[in-house]
């Protein structure tokens, strides 16, 4: 159990909507991290946030899109879905200079 | 894009066997970390290993690192049923901490 909690934990979306994801980090982490894992693949970094703003971003297009909150949670907002969005998404929460990352248990998203 | 390759894709053994998976990398690295997952959920930390660090032990899983050929591996001794899970290997470089996975090893112990 590493304190770091993920809602919703299934989400089933039709192509074209919109999606919000939400992490709650582990308490005194404040640096947050989003993760997208395609079914049987490794996961793929999204972005990372550090005092609310964005501090490195991966292979992934403006659609996708985060916040990070004043107590450390974290959204990850992904616009116009599209059918390749289908996957785990992962929150991993850490102390900022810590290489060691704690994650949720993940988001499953299907989009249709 | 995955940094890291692992190797085998999938292992099978018995319980009590040793389990060995293989990780390959490209480019320069930090440190180098491997998780596990089970059932496609969150990911847990096991080992990190920085990269002027050649070996590391805890518990029963020791971690070889050799800079040189881009390549680490992950020893489980006297594996157990409870084993059975994805391990991935994932690499750190650069400023901030952005790990990069390979597509893991499928691990399955059987009693």
């Known amino acids: 159990e590493t304190g770091v909690t993920q809602s919703p934990t299934h989400l089933i979306k039709t192509r074209g909507q919109q999606v919000t994801l939400r992490c709650s980090s582990q308490s005194g982490h404040n640096t947050v991290s989003w993760y997208q894992q395609a079914l049987g693949q490794g996961p793929q970094f999204i972005f990372q946030?550090?005092?609310?703003?964005?501090?490195g971003r991966g292979n992934f297009p403006p659609r996708f899109s985060g916040l990070q909150f004043p107590n450390y949670s974290s959204e990850l907002n992904v616009n116009a879905l599209e059918l390749d969005d289908s996957a785990l998404y992962l929150c991993?929460?850490?102390?900022?200079?810590?290489?060691?990352?704690?994650f949720g248990s993940g988001t499953q998203l299907s989009v249709l | 894009s995955q940094q890291g390759e692992e190797d085998p894709q999938a292992l099978s053994i018995q319980e009590g066997e040793n389990a060995t998976m293989n990780c390959s990398y490209k480019?320069?690295?930090?440190?180098l970390q491997w998780y596990r997952q089970n059932s496609g959920r969150g990911l847990v930390h096991l080992i990190l290993?920085?990269?002027?660090?050649r070996e590391k032990h805890s518990g029963r899983l020791r971690v070889t690192l050799d800079t040189s050929k881009k390549s680490s591996s992950l020893l489980i001794t006297a594996s157990r049923a409870a084993d059975t899970a994805s391990y991935f290997c994932?690499?750190?470089?650069?400023?901030?901490?952005?790990?990069?996975f390979g597509a893991g090893t499928r691990l399955a112990v059987h009693p």
């Open positions: 946030y550090y005092r609310e703003e964005e501090n």
């Open positions: 991993a929460s850490s102390l900022w200079g810590n290489e060691k990352l704690f």
């Open positions: 994932a690499t750190v470089s650069g400023g901030y901490n952005k790990l990069i």
């Open positions: 480019t320069s690295i930090n440190n």
């Open positions: 290993i920085r990269s002027n660090e």
